[in-house]
């Protein structure tokens, strides 16, 4: 069965910390893997997309099909970082949905 | 085009009435997704679109529940004798294609 988990609720980290988000997943094929950011009061927005590769807002991640892991990472933190972080799997075996997992809300201490 | 427009932002109802909740998509999106996300959780599917097909629906939506996407433009989330367990955020969300989604503001419904 397709699940999508991020461990931790919280996370809280100083600015110009290095910040990691977890999130692993089960999957049976080749997923497409992606993450979204809700800042406070506003719509929730893709961040980025695992086929693309790109780095948005100083935001990685990599796809670890071998650990199942999809983790996003920011090497120096910033106070407009803090916000929730969904992450998401579609893929053939998905039909046309995706599967959210629970969100992070990531704090930023200045 | 400012994206995709949800209303009424807030619905308050009692139990027992009908709700009916309106999603404008991006009107170049051929695709139109319903999720319903409650406090802690992430987004839970519900149907989705393809122009004016509803070519799938979640075990979440319940009899009670309907979809419309008349035309393959707008489309409408009914929700028939409300029950407190309906009350939720209710996100649209529309892509073209496979691509990511571009999601609304939400509809927040309180059953009381």
């Known amino acids: 069965a397709q699940r999508v988990t991020q461990p931790e609720k919280l996370l809280s980290v100083f600015k110009g910390a290095p910040v990691e988000l977890k999130c692993n997943y089960s999957?049976?094929?080749?997923?497409?893997l992606f993450w979204y950011v809700q800042y406070s009061r506003q719509r929730l927005q893709l961040l980025l997309r695992?086929?693309s590769r790109e780095s948005i807002k100083g935001f990685t991640a990599d796809l670890n099909k071998g650990e199942t892991s999809f983790h996003l990472k920011k090497p120096f933190a910033q106070e407009e970082d803090s916000a929730m972080y969904y992450c998401a799997l579609s893929g053939r075996n998905t039909g046309n949905q995706f599967y959210f997992g629970t969100g992070t809300s990531l704090t930023v201490i200045p | 085009d400012t994206g995709v427009s949800q209303n009424p932002r807030h619905k308050i109802t009692k139990r027992g009435q009908n709700v009916t909740f309106r999603c404008d998509p991006i009107s170049e999106h051929n695709r139109l997704y319903w999720y319903r996300q409650t406090l802690g959780q992430g987004p839970e599917f519900l149907t989705y679109f393809q122009n004016e097909a509803q070519l799938e629906k979640s075990r979440l939506l319940s009899d009670r529940f309907s979809a419309e996407r008349p035309k393959g433009s707008f489309s409408t989330l009914e929700i028939q004798r409300t029950e407190q367990g309906d009350s939720a955020m209710y996100l649209c969300?529309?892509?073209?294609?496979?691509?990511?989604?571009?999601f609304g503001s939400g509809t927040r419904l309180t059953v009381v």
């Open positions: 969300a529309s892509s073209y294609d496979r691509q990511g989604y571009t």
């Open positions: 999957y049976s094929g080749s997923p497409e």
């Open positions: 695992h086929i």
